[in-house]
T-cell receptor, first 112, second 114 residues
Framework: GQQVMQIPQYQHVQEGEDFTTYCNSS?????IQWYKQRPGGHPVFLIQ?????EVKKQKRLTFQFGEAKKNSSLHITATQTTDVGTYFC????????????FGSGTRLSIRP | NAGVMQNPRHLVRRRGQEARLRCSPM?????VYWYRQLPEEGLKFMVY????????ESGMPKERFSAEFPKEGPSILRIQQVVRGDSAAYFC????????????FGPGTRLLVL
């Protein structure tokens, strides 16, 4: 079956440092979405990537979809304390379009 | 435009009781998804429903769990004879169309089984 791996599981950074989380799939993806969940909160949609090699930016956040549409990354430049939370990727594969599968998430904590 | 609503927000049950979780999708959304999240873990897909139909229940335990999304009213996730291992946060999400579209999550129901 399809597998989604997200790394790292945890990341603890100094405020102002950069942060990157990676999402890797065993199968070619139709699209990938990224969500953020604050501690005690619920997942909130950040962005969707559809095209091979696509790069999208939201202020300090940069999202990238791999050329082979099997992996993606989320990069945060100059982290702030408001970035704290867990970042999930969510994938839809061509082979199983009725299901969206969430990665295990990367939990980001920040030292002020 | 109200977001996805879930109630109750917190639910305490004793072992053997039933838990009934409700989800009202965003207006205009006909696709509903239920996820379970254990503390410090990711989201585990349970079931995907459209109005009056279960599309994919591959993530749902075969026993004690059931879900419905009737023509009128909220979607309901029902857990019979709860056990301690059922304690988790249960999130509902809705989308206007197919699973590849953005999912909007509700605030979740935190279930605690004593």
């Amino acid at each position: 079956g399809q597998q989604v791996m997200q790394i790292p599981q945890y990341q603890h950074v100094q405020e102002g440092e950069d942060f990157t989380t990676y999402c890797n799939s065993s199968t070619t993806l139709s699209n990938i979405q990224w969500y953020k969940q604050r501690p005690g909160g619920h997942p909130v949609f950040l962005i969707q990537l559809v095209k091979s090699g696509e790069v999208k930016k939201q202020k300090r956040l940069t999202f990238q979809f791999g050329e082979a549409k099997k992996n993606s990354s989320l990069h945060i430049t100059a982290t702030q304390t408001t970035d704290v939370g867990t970042y999930f990727c969510a994938v839809t594969a061509y082979s199983s379009a009725s299901k969206i599968i969430f990665g295990s998430g990367t939990r980001l904590s920040i030292r002020p | 435009n109200a977001g996805v609503m879930q109630n109750p927000r917190h639910l305490v049950r004793r072992r053997g009781q039933e838990a009934r979780l409700r989800c009202s999708p965003m207006k205009g959304h006909s696709h509903v998804y239920w996820y379970r999240q254990l503390p410090e873990e990711g989201l585990k897909f349970m079931v995907y429903l459209q109005k009056e139909n279960i599309i994919d229940e591959s993530g749902m335990p075969k026993e004690r769990f059931s879900a419905e999304f009737p023509k009128e009213g909220p979607s309901i996730l029902r857990i019979q004879q709860v056990v301690r291992g059922d304690s988790a946060a249960y999130f509902c999400a809705s989308s206007p169309g197919a699973p590849g579209e953005t999912q909007y999550f509700g605030p979740g129901t935190r279930l605690l089984v004593l």
